[in-house]
């Protein structure tokens, strides 16, 4: 769920008439794509490898290459290619982030193809989630879930009407000094 709350959030920042409903559903789409790779488990892939879960699927090149398909279905986004692509790409490139932020794992493949070693950010400060949904639906998952609602979701929540605020406050200001100017024009 932490994944989508970021192409979400994006959404509410920018404003519809930059990204729509529709887009925005298909950003929580492929926030989460990165995690089809735990697919791997039941293909007899080793977690280590790069096709393991957090190998490629989680590299920023992936991410670029999402963002990049995307951008060449702007007509069924009705949005300007620049526009998906940037919004795509983060939405997946978030992803990997935020799973560099867990305290489990072996790390995520940011650098592949370049680099096929796995990083951590500095701060481990979200529980690692337990893979499947019967394991997330327990005790550990309910701590996984509260670790993500302080360290991802409160945060963003304040990003989120931080900004809205701000937008708004503009937007009144202009609004003052257009009327200001039109006011002084007419007299």
């Given at each position: 769920?932490t994944h989508?709350?970021i192409p979400?959030?994006l959404?509410?920042?920018?404003?519809?008439?930059?990204?729509s409903?529709?887009l925005?559903?298909?950003?929580?789409?492929?926030s989460?794509?990165?995690d089809?790779?735990?697919?791997a488990?039941?293909?007899?892939?080793?977690?280590?490898?790069?096709?393991?879960?957090?190998?490629f699927?989680h590299?920023?090149v992936?991410?670029l290459?999402?963002?990049s398909l995307?951008?060449?279905?702007?007509?069924y986004?009705?949005a300007?290619?620049?526009t998906?692509?940037?919004?795509?790409s983060?939405s997946?490139?978030s992803?990997a982030l935020l799973?560099a932020?867990?305290?489990?794992?072996?790390?995520?493949a940011l650098a592949?193809p370049f680099?096929?070693s796995?990083?951590f950010l500095p701060w481990?400060v979200?529980?690692?989630?337990p893979?499947?949904l019967?394991?997330f639906?327990?005790?550990?998952?309910a701590?996984v879930?509260?670790s993500?609602v302080h360290?991802?979701?409160l945060?963003?929540l304040?990003?989120v009407?931080?900004?809205c605020?701000?937008r708004?406050?503009?937007?009144?200001?202009l609004?003052s000094?257009?009327?200001h100017?039109?006011?002084k024009?007419?007299?």
């Amino acid at each position: 769920m932490t994944h989508a709350l970021i192409p979400v959030a994006l959404t509410v920042m920018a404003g519809r008439r930059q990204i729509s409903w529709r887009l925005c559903f298909w950003g929580c789409v492929v926030s989460i794509l990165p995690d089809a790779d735990v697919i791997a488990f039941k293909l007899g892939i080793p977690y280590q490898d790069i096709l393991g879960h957090r190998g490629f699927t989680h590299s920023v090149v992936f991410s670029l290459m999402v963002g990049s398909l995307g951008a060449f279905a702007r007509h069924y986004f009705h949005a300007k290619g620049l526009t998906i692509f940037l919004f795509f790409s983060v939405s997946t490139a978030s992803h990997a982030l935020l799973d560099a932020l867990t305290n489990g794992g072996l790390g995520v493949a940011l650098a592949w193809p370049f680099v096929e070693s796995r990083y951590f950010l500095p701060w481990r400060v979200i529980e690692v989630s337990p893979i499947g949904l019967k394991s997330f639906l327990s005790a550990r998952g309910a701590s996984v879930l509260a670790s993500e609602v302080h360290v991802v979701w409160l945060p963003l929540l304040a990003l989120v009407l931080a900004v809205c605020l701000t937008r708004i406050t503009l937007g009144f200001y202009l609004r003052s000094v257009a009327h200001h100017v039109d006011d002084k024009s007419s007299t």
